[in-house]
């Protein structure tokens, strides 16, 4: 758990990447899938954050110019872009689906900027599109029936990380989501019920599960991984 904590705690000067063309044609908002847990789905107050109808412009807001929207965006996509893609990784434990889902949301992020960008949290917006993403991807369908997942770590790795990855991937999905969310993108169980359409109990119960279960997994992972770097 540790080294999530550590993460999370890290700042941002991740490595950047070059920007993206940002000009491209996007297919229209698809709603999340509903939670496959009962309970009833939590209330959401009309200026909740990230919301899914952020409109083109803000009609009331002053008009930002486009040079200065491309470059406010651009210094976003440059200073986010690598983190956000270690916390999808982290969810998705599918290093191709985890730049999709990030290079997706910043393109829907893009045709909204004059208002996402001016939002308390333009980063978690972001977050949340690629995360609802990943959830109703068609890989992770395929990934329930263990068609394409994702190939163990390459050697190289340093071993607590190849520790967390492992315990990482015995979790069912919306427990992972749910470790990867409070420990790397620091969010509250009340964001996470939103971007997850669950309820506070039902997130807080797989929070709770998914700490048993990643303590359980890295006690047996990381003595054998840290034997084996050592030998």
Do not use: C
């Not at 890290?10 to 044609?25: F, H, M, P, Y």
């Not at 045709?111 to 333009?122: E, Y």
């Not at 492992?166 to 993108?185: F, G, K």
């Not at 359980?216 to 034997?227: F, I, T």
Request: proline share 7%.
């Amino acid at each position: 758990m540790s080294a999530l904590v550590e993460h999370r705690a890290g700042s941002d000067d991740d490595g950047s990447v070059a920007a993206r063309d940002t000009d491209v044609a996007l297919a229209d908002d698809a709603h999340p899938a509903p939670d496959e847990e009962s309970g009833p789905r939590p209330a959401v107050a009309q200026d909740a954050w990230p919301p899914d109808d952020v409109p083109e412009s803000g009609a009331d807001e002053e008009p930002v110019a486009p040079i200065d929207l491309r470059i406010d965006f651009g210094a976003h996509f440059e200073s986010h872009y690598q983190r956000l893609v270690a916390q999808l990784y982290a969810i998705t434990l599918d290093a191709g689906q985890a730049h999709e889902a990030v290079q997706d949301a910043y393109a829907r992020a893009w045709r909204r900027w004059a208002t996402v960008g001016r939002g308390p949290d333009p980063a978690a917006w972001v977050r949340s599109v690629a995360v609802r993403t990943t959830i109703r991807s068609w890989r992770t369908v395929l990934g329930r029936f263990g068609i394409g997942r994702s190939r163990p770590e390459r050697d190289g790795i340093d071993p607590r990380t190849a520790a967390m990855l492992s315990a990482l991937r015995r979790l069912p999905a919306p427990e992972r989501r749910a470790i990867v969310l409070t420990y790397m993108a620091g969010s509250s169980i009340e964001e996470i019920a939103v971007v997850e359409q669950a309820s506070y109990n039902t997130v807080q119960a797989r929070l709770s599960r998914g700490r048993r279960l990643i303590t359980e997994n890295l006690a047996d992972d990381l003595p054998a991984v840290l034997g084996k770097a050592a030998t």
